[in-house]
């Protein structure tokens, strides 16, 4: 039997230390193909080795409308939002989910009262959110908790405080998805007539409207909307942010109509209430004597107590949409909303665009005296003496404090806080009577609440 042949280890560690000096290589080799390896890697990883084709690997952020002729595309997009609006409306707590909370909430209140408000400290509140369910885990966090923490010394939240704070984030969420079921064209945006279906579909739910007649719906829709749109979308672009209806107060003033027993003080100063709808259509009527549904220039003039100046008047019908030199209801609105809320920035900048006349975005000593001669025109008729125009265009300028001393411009009159008082002065002559006799006006009220206390 021949004898197995045994590998001769000597040998074969000497070819192989031959070999690796052999492979040896130097530095800057070995930093050539490291330099190599990495631009290789890095070219890879950045998205290929052809710079020209890198616009394959940007992700897609733009999805073009479908068009009106791709009908099915547009159907698709309607259903995916509907479903998507669905989903969301789900996650939200219902009024079940709602008295569950307030009872566990309760349930975990810790002692002594403030007041007579429950309250709860950190660890109780971290107990109600495990046992509140997924539905409310985003509310139970350490920032909302910080959020509402104020002056308790024990370092607790009141009870009442969280609950309103996560009905009012309920409401916010129903109210943006109801919104959002308007929203054609799915942008976050209404455009005028989303909005009117919004509320002509919500009138049957506010008990304050109940008495309104259906031929006059179509007239409550155009004066709601109507103060949406003109403090919303001051640049006139026909639509609003989602976002900007539900940051402003309009829609909480709107739907303070679901409350049967609301006062007739809080009636008639808001704007939606059918009473304030009504006192706005039926000033319209009366000031229409032609009754051809359009008010002129001299219908208007008796708007108010009828002292708005006709060199005022005239700039309205030159800057505002008119039909054959005549105001429609919806110019009218913006016309009214604008003179009763003169101390509101979109207020102000309707009357300052008038005042412009040159369209040079401020205000001159030309500007100031071409609209005061009218006022001046307006003392002489009533047999007064006329005031120097020159004392009331330094009073101006010292109420406005404009940054240059020759010129005013609109955000000059909205940081001064006196916008209100120095377009009265020059539009209205019964607003710069109020201005010219404030003292008096004052010393009055003083002395009628002085006898009201004496009796």
Not at 71 to 97: I, M, T, W, Y
Not at 150 to 168: A, E, L, T
Not at 240 to 261: G, M, N, P, V, W
Request: hydrophobic fraction near 35%.
């Amino acid at each position: 039997m021949a004898t197995e042949q045994r590998p001769n280890w000597a040998d074969i560690l000497k070819r192989r230390l031959a070999n690796s000096k052999g492979d040896e290589k130097s530095e800057e080799e070995k930093k050539s193909e490291e330099t190599e390896l990495f631009s290789k890697y890095y070219t890879e990883w950045k998205g290929g080795s052809d710079s020209g084709n890198s616009y394959k690997t940007i992700p897609r952020f733009y999805y073009r409308l479908p068009a009106e002729d791709e009908v099915l595309l547009q159907k698709l997009r309607e259903e995916s939002r509907a479903v998507f609006l669905q989903r969301k409306s789900r996650e939200l707590l219902d009024n079940e989910e709602l008295q569950n909370l307030w009872f566990l909430l309760d349930k975990h209140q810790v002692p002594p009262l403030t007041g007579e408000e429950a309250m709860i400290n950190y660890e109780a509140y971290l107990q109600v959110g495990e046992k509140a369910g997924s539905k409310c885990k985003k509310f139970f966090t350490a920032r909302v908790y910080a959020k509402l923490l104020h002056s308790d010394p024990y370092g607790r939240i009141s009870i009442m405080q969280f609950f309103n704070y996560v009905m009012r984030k309920v409401w916010l969420h129903q109210t943006r998805i109801g919104l959002s079921l308007y929203d054609v064209a799915g942008q976050g945006y209404l455009r005028e007539s989303d909005l009117e279906n919004y509320i002509l579909e919500l009138i049957p739910t506010l008990p304050q409207l109940d008495g309104l007649e259906k031929s006059f719906y179509s007239f409550y829709v155009c004066t709601a909307v109507r103060k949406f749109f003109f403090f919303l979308d001051p640049l006139r672009t026909g639509k609003i942010k989602i976002q900007d209806i539900l940051a402003c107060s309009f829609l909480d003033d709107l739907l303070e109509l679901r409350d049967e027993e609301l006062s007739k003080e809080s009636q008639e100063s808001n704007w939606f209430s059918a009473p304030s709808a009504l006192r706005v259509y039926g000033q319209y009527l009366n000031l229409d004597k032609d009754h051809n549904g359009m008010l002129s220039k001299e219908e208007l003039s008796r708007y108010g107590t009828a002292t708005l100046t006709s060199v005022f008047l005239d700039r309205v019908f030159q800057e505002c949409l008119t039909y054959e030199g005549e105001m429609d209801y919806k110019t009218y609105l913006d016309f009214v909303l604008a003179l009763e809320n003169r101390k509101e920035p979109a207020a102000l900048q309707y009357i300052f665009k008038l005042l412009d006349m040159e369209n040079q975005g401020h205000l001159n000593v030309f500007s100031l005296n071409y609209f005061f001669r009218a006022i001046q025109e307006q003392i002489k008729l009533h047999g007064q003496e006329p005031v120097s125009f020159q004392d009331v265009k330094d009073e101006i300028f010292d109420m406005v404090k404009p940054k240059d001393p020759y010129k005013i411009t609109l955000q000059d009159l909205v940081n001064s806080c006196q916008g209100d008082t120095v377009v009265s002065i020059l539009i209205d002559l019964n607003g710069f009577w109020t201005y010219e006799n404030r003292e008096v006006l004052v010393a009055n009220d003083s002395d009628s609440g002085s006898s009201g206390v004496d009796s």
